[in-house]
């Protein structure tokens, strides 16, 4: 083994132990020849025996240093690249010599091409720093490229992504792996920008709910003591697709027999069909809600452990008659509170992926879908029979998509929600896969999730239901009074902590804000008088570095855990914007003037909103914090006031 190798491998064994594995079993390259072209020991071409193909058409030191003149003209100013192909692994290598430059992304569908390469050149200080990530695009899986695009190195320049092509080569016979490779990817850019948000007063109803309910989720028990206490060895999860009716006679003689976890539209379905679940997970904001709960009886719901997100509407509690857990979104706001026991669920967007998660969470091994087809029925149905707001609930629209069928033949319809859903899905699987989960989908309908193994619903309960062991049942309890007084003032005090660091940090940028703006409007009028050369170009750079000491107000944990949540929706989707502006050249003193100019101008808006983002939680939280206030006065316990 030469040391080259050997040091690429040992680097590579700590960060994809599996790909180091696959190439550490190799014992050559068969597939592929390896030619030095010329007297220089590294003009090396890589010929494909099978194909008859080179990696390099010419000299490929040659093709290298022209790759090179133009990502240092184009691409220098790029903290992220991704590449399809590795070639030799010379050219990759040069990449690091750019300071700007954080992550690089290879996708090569050739073991053994990875082979030569890591022979070739020495990755090792750039893999174990993880700058360098090679991957096999065969490999990659939605919940792989979502990882990608959760770095925060990553996905705030998720906007300038372009997966480049490394040489003919690969473009003549990979074309379908690179479309494919480009469509996983760009789905996963989307999910990522959508998990950001896009509406700023959601996040504020959430926050202001979440504070009004304190009170309740104190006064009832955890949720930590529901994690590894299964009721039995398979969970069964019940949504409201177009063909849950098929599957609710078999459900009901299991039901002794299985967990079953409800989303909350299933409620009023199973207590028609006198099918009592064991947990009903909730999660929407909206008051709407409130209705499935309506629909359903007390007597009905009485003994079902009700989990609702923190969040959630007051009139949602209000009809929930069951025993109440209220598990907090793992949301940065929630735990700035620091009340572990009480939470943390729903990290998907449905109350399905929110059951998903109870059942891993739980400690269940097999977990099943039915009801679960995210996608519209053949004759255009969205909601099973039964659903409070009916069958037709969710209307087809242009903008639907087409995505395959459960059970992989043909298209079926979508939305964009739905794809959402089936997004956290096929993450979620993905992950509990590697924990020993298998996730049977036996909806018999709708849209495939991949990762799920689908299955009717007839041959689960006769692979997996044993009659003779009876689910177990689960005791709850509550904290002591004591602890909960507590956790009150606990709150309260954080709520004021909150309030004052965010009136603060508010003061600050305002300051900026002004002087940006007096300063933009001075831009203006200079273009305005065709008086450009009269730019004080001097002071904008100092603007800018006022700029950047907000930037790094907002980067810091204290301010992330309070108002990072509120801020992202908004300003979140601007830095993508202004990641643009970073990436582009400024070689010439014209582009870097240009390049100031529109930064400063951009962060005009970008102040403004900051600003008014934090004023607007901070009005939110000081009327919510009066439910709390309430409480404590309830229990006698000696508080100051949020004024």
């Given at each position: 083994m030469s040391q080259i190798f050997e040091k690429n491998i040992k680097a590579l064994l700590k960060q994809n132990s599996f790909l180091a594995s696959q190439l550490f079993a190799l014992k050559t390259h068969q597939k592929f020849e390896v030619i030095q072209q010329g007297e220089d020991s590294i003009n090396l071409n890589i010929i494909d025996m099978e194909k008859k193909y080179p990696i390099y058409k010419t000299q490929p030191l040659s093709e290298i240093q022209s790759k090179q003149e133009l990502f240092k003209e184009k691409y220098s100013r790029y903290p992220v690249l991704f590449f399809y192909g590795l070639g030799n692994g010379i050219f990759i290598k040069l990449l690091f010599a750019n300071p700007s430059l954080k992550k690089v992304f290879v996708f090569e569908p050739n073991l053994e091409i990875i082979y030569i390469a890591l022979h070739i050149v020495d990755f090792s200080e750039e893999i174990l720093s993880s700058k360098l990530e090679i991957l096999l695009p065969q490999e990659l899986t939605f919940s792989k490229a979502m990882r990608i695009f959760s770095h925060p190195d990553v996905q705030l320049f998720a906007k300038t992504?372009?997966?480049?092509?490394?040489?003919?080569?690969?473009e003549k016979f990979y074309a379908d792996s690179i479309i494919e490779t480009n469509k996983l990817l760009i789905r996963a850019i989307k999910q990522t920008i959508i998990n950001f948000g896009n509406d700023t007063i959601d996040t504020l109803i959430g926050i202001e709910h979440h504070i009004q309910n304190i009170p309740e989720m104190l006064n009832n028990p955890h949720f930590s003591q529901l994690k590894n206490k299964k009721l039995s060895d398979i969970a069964i999860i019940v949504s409201t697709g177009p063909s849950l009716d098929k599957q609710l006679p078999l459900l009901k003689k299991i039901a002794p027999y299985a967990t079953i976890i409800s989303v909350d539209a299933s409620l009023p379905i199973l207590e028609k069909h006198n099918i009592k679940p064991d947990?009903?997970?909730?999660?929407?904001?909206?008051?709407?809600?409130?209705?499935?709960?309506?629909?359903?009886?007390?007597?009905?719901?009485?003994?079902?452990?009700?989990?609702?997100?923190?969040?959630?509407?007051k009139e949602v509690l209000k009809y929930s008659k069951g025993k109440k857990i209220l598990p907090m979104r793992p949301f940065r706001y929630t735990k700035y509170f620091t009340m572990h026991k009480y939470g943390y669920l729903g990290i998907g967007m449905s109350a399905a992926n929110m059951a998903y998660e109870l059942a891993y969470l739980m400690g269940h091994k097999t977990i099943v879908l039915i009801g679960q087809d995210l996608a519209y029925s053949e004759d255009g149905k969205s909601h099973s029979e039964g659903h409070v707001f009916g069958v037709n609930n969710v209307q087809q629209k242009e903008s639907d998509t087409y995505v395959t069928k459960y059970g992989g033949e043909g298209l079926i319809r979508t939305n964009k929600t739905w794809n959402m859903f089936r997004n956290f899905f096929e993450k979620d699987i993905e992950d509990a896969k590697k924990e020993g989960v298998t996730t049977i989908n036996a909806t018999e309908g709708g849209a495939r999730i991949y990762g799920a193994v689908e299955m009717p619903f007839s041959e689960v309960i006769e692979k997996y239901i044993d009659i003779t062991k009876p689910k177990k049942s689960i005791k709850l309890r509550n904290l002591s009074e004591n602890t909960v007084n507590k956790l009150l003032l606990k709150a309260h005090d954080k709520i004021k902590k909150m309030i004052e660091y965010g009136q603060k940090t508010q003061s600050k940028i305002e300051k900026v804000f002004l002087q940006v703006a007096k300063e933009c409007e001075n831009l203006e009028n200079l273009k305005n008088n065709n008086n450009l050369e009269k730019i004080n170009y001097d002071k904008l750079t100092k603007l800018s570095s006022q700029i950047d000491k907000i930037k790094d107000i907002i980067e810091t944990k204290k301010f992330s855990l309070m108002y990072g949540e509120t801020i992202e929706s908004y300003l979140v989707n601007k830095e993508l914007d202004l990641a643009k502006i970073m990436v582009r050249p400024s070689n010439t003193e014209i582009e870097k003037k240009a390049k100031l100019i529109d930064w400063i101008m951009n962060h005009k808006e970008w102040l403004f909103m900051l600003a008014g983002s934090i004023n607007a939680q901070i009005i939110v939280v000081k009327r919510a914090s009066k439910n709390l206030e309430k409480e404590l006065k309830k229990r006698n316990l000696p508080f100051e006031p949020i004024k």
């Open positions: 992504f372009e997966l480049h092509i490394y040489s003919d080569y690969y947990f009903v997970t909730s999660l929407e904001r909206v008051e709407a809600t409130a209705k499935f709960f309506k629909h359903t009886s007390p007597k009905f719901q009485k003994d079902i452990i009700m989990l609702h997100a923190s969040l959630q509407h």
